[in-house]
């Protein structure tokens, strides 16, 4: 079966910026979370989705937002783009609870100059 | 909350040497517990989990672990250490009840796999 696709691989934005990141789960999978891996800070949670809505929120500022769509997949969205912003974003489906674990994307390289 | 400590950022083993990477948690409830490997420029691909039962686990290319509850510990082992296992390993625990999970992962370790 298809994995979790992440799109896109690669972006580049300059400070100021807005940026959208899109994840498409694993079909049946109903969960979709995020996280943000930096060299300094590791991997980090930001927020998870179940049937459109939000039910779990890491420590990041109001910059970094997402929402779920009604076929499961989910974006998320970074307003006002900080140099700092710049890493790699994780998407990763499960069933819930996770008794199969997280299958995770590819990722999203975001680099912000 | 909960937290993941993983002893060792980078851990070097020749080619043939048992691989064995460290990682205690600190949990009040019983935890799902995971290993994840991830390779250059890649996202995290699952070697194994523990949720609930047999408390050694066996996971993909050779991987296996085991919990334990008295030691709060969930150390990933391979008898037998090949060049294709060079990549960072990440110990992750689910935390958070009610059908609303996150992740929280250790820090990683580094592994290197001499000829």
């Known amino acids: 079966k298809a994995g979790v696709t992440q799109t896109p691989r690669y972006l580049i934005k300059t400070r100021g910026q807005q940026v959208t990141l899109s994840c498409s789960p694993i079909?049946?999978?109903?969960?979709v979370s995020w996280y943000q891996q930096t060299p300094g800070q590791g991997l980090q949670f930001l927020f998870e989705y179940f049937s459109e809505t939000q039910r779990n929120k890491g420590n990041f500022p109001g910059r970094f937002s997402g929402r779920q769509f009604s076929n499961s997949r989910s974006e998320m969205n970074v307003s006002t783009l900080e140099l700092g912003d710049s890493a790699l974003y994780l998407c990763?489906?499960?069933?819930?609870?996770?008794?199969?674990?997280?299958?995770f994307g590819s990722g999203t390289r975001l680099t912000v100059v | 909350a909960q937290s993941v400590t993983q002893l060792g950022s980078h851990v070097s083993v020749s080619e043939g040497a048992l691989v064995l990477l460290r990682c205690n948690y600190s949990?009040?409830?019983?935890?799902?517990l995971f290993w994840y490997v991830q390779y250059p420029n890649q996202g995290l691909q699952l070697l194994l989990k523990?949720?609930?039962?047999?408390?050694l686990v066996k996971g993909i290319n050779g991987f296996e672990a085991e919990f334990k509850k008295s030691e709060t510990s969930f150390h990933l082992t391979k008898p037998s250490a090949h060049m294709s296992d060079a990549a960072e390993y990440f110990c992750a625990v689910s935390e958070g009840q009610g059908g609303s999970e996150k992740l929280v992962f250790g820090k990683g370790t580094k592994l290197t796999v001499n000829p």
């Open positions: 990763a489906s499960s069933l819930t609870p996770p008794t199969g674990g997280y299958t």
């Open positions: 949990s009040s409830v019983p935890p799902y």
């Open positions: 079909s049946g999978h109903r969960s």
């Open positions: 523990y949720t609930t039962g047999a408390t």
